[in-house]
């Protein structure tokens, strides 16, 4: 069976930090490009972060660059994103998704998603 599961999501308070990890089960995560979404109450799902499969190159949005790290572990089948100095602006249900295309181009189709994750920073 295809699954996706994330997990790490919790409370936090700004300025602390949290790793979500993403773990596959019945495909092997290294043959995709791996993107991270976020939704927040009100608002439409958006690109957080992606690891292109082809060359390992990776891609943030503007909002977390310089604070997010994408990484793999094949080993493991698990992709993680390290988040520093979060932001109560951070705050939302986090989702990892899988892509047959090996690239991380806007826009693209994902194959497969996890259930999501929720991230809450709040002093």
């Known amino acids: 069976q295809v699954q996706l599961v994330e997990s790490g999501g919790g409370l936090v308070q700004p300025g602390g930090s949290l790793r979500l990890s993403c773990a596959a089960s019945?495909?092997?995560?290294?043959?995709?490009?791996i993107g991270w979404f976020r939704q927040a109450p009100g608002k439409e799902r958006g690109g957080v972060s992606c690891?292109?499969?082809?060359?390992?190159?990776?891609y943030y949005s503007d909002s977390v660059k310089g604070r997010f790290t994408i990484s793999r572990d094949n080993a493991k089948n698990t992709v993680y994103l390290q988040m520093n100095s979060l932001k109560p602006e951070d705050t939302a249900v986090y989702y990892c998704?899988?892509?047959?295309?090996?690239?991380?181009?806007?826009?693209?189709?994902?194959?497969?998603w996890g259930q999501g994750t929720q991230v809450t920073v709040s002093s």
């Open positions: 690891l292109a499969s082809s060359d390992g190159s990776t």
């Open positions: 019945g495909f092997t995560l290294d043959h995709y490009a």
């Open positions: 998704a899988a892509s047959q295309i090996p690239l991380c181009i806007a826009g693209m189709t994902y194959n497969y």
